[in-house]
């Protein structure tokens, strides 16, 4: 398994920007597709977006696609998410996680989580 770090979040307004980090260590990262994923309180875990392995191509959540990017930099073992003109829907605790497999992220079913990092975005 990978170990997982997040890092970034905090409160912001509407309209403003965020970039969370992710911290792998433990195994290859570059071996791994990579996910992001959030859950706000009483409701499941959602799907955010995920990057393949080598970086180029990338799968969107709707309520997410085009204003969050997802990105990851293997040399230094670290994924990525951009988040512009957020809003207070997007208010949640933002995990990360890992599969060598992008079909088990995108069923929300990854090998490896992070702890979470919390955002909050106030209207």
């Known amino acids: 398994q990978v170990q997982l770090v997040e890092s970034g979040g905090g409160l912001v307004q509407a309209g403003d920007s965020l970039r969370l980090s992710c911290a792998a260590s433990?195994?290859?990262?570059?071996?791994?597709?990579m996910g992001w994923f959030r859950q706000a309180p009483g409701k499941e875990r959602e799907f955010v977006a995920a990057?393949?392995?080598?970086?180029?191509?990338?799968r969107y959540a709707d309520s997410v696609k085009g204003r969050f990017t997802i990105s990851r930099d293997n040399t230094r073992n670290m994924g990525y998410l951009q988040m512009n003109s957020l809003k207070p829907e997007d208010t949640a605790v933002y995990y990360c996680?890992?599969?060598?497999?992008?079909?088990?992220?995108?069923?929300?079913?990854?090998?490896?989580w992070g702890q979470g990092t919390q955002v909050t975005v106030s209207s």
């Open positions: 433990g195994r290859t990262f570059s071996s791994y597709a």
């Open positions: 990057i393949i392995r080598g970086g180029g191509s990338s």
């Open positions: 996680a890992t599969d060598q497999s992008l079909h088990n992220l995108l069923i929300i079913n990854p090998d490896s």
